[in-house]
Nanobody
Framework: EVQLVQSGGGLVQAGGSLTLSCTYS????????VGWFRQVPGKEREGVSC????????YYADSVKGRFTISSDNTKNTVYLQMNSLKPEDTAVFYC???????????????????WGQGTQVTVSS
């Protein structure tokens, strides 16, 4: 059974940092990608970053490139999202999700992610 459990998040001032964790079970990153998505009220859920495949390919949305870093620890079955230089517009509920690695992995299409974490609020104050 595939499961994802998130931790981290919270309130931080603009320019600060937070780290989100997603501990997974029931699959390996060789076959699955784990993505981070975020959603604000009234807007569609958007892909932020993902990692997966035997080469641990990493992809980032343009809006977070250079500020966010995704990584994995195979010994802990955990994927991390290190978020630096946070901006008020990063405020959202963040979700991790898992889906089978595909050729469209870089696009992080929602339809390919079938398993989701519980979500965690990230609030960046100005």
């Amino acid at each position: 059974e595939v499961q994802l459990v998130q931790s981290g998040g919270g309130l931080v001032q603009a320019g600060g940092s937070l780290t989100l964790s997603c501990t997974y079970s029931g699959f390996t990153l060789d076959d699955y990608a784990v993505g981070w998505f975020r959603q604000v009220p009234g807007k569609e859920r958007e892909g932020v970053s993902c990692i997966g495949g035997s080469a641990r390919q990493r992809y980032y949305a343009d809006s977070v490139k250079g500020r966010f870093t995704i990584s994995s620890d195979n010994t802990k079955n955990t994927v991390y999202l290190q978020m630096n230089s946070l901006k008020p517009e990063d405020t959202a509920v963040f979700y991790c999700a898992a889906g089978i690695v595909s050729v469209t992995m870089d696009l992080m299409p929602l339809r390919e992610y079938h398993y989701w974490g519980q979500g965690t609020q990230v609030t960046v104050s100005s």
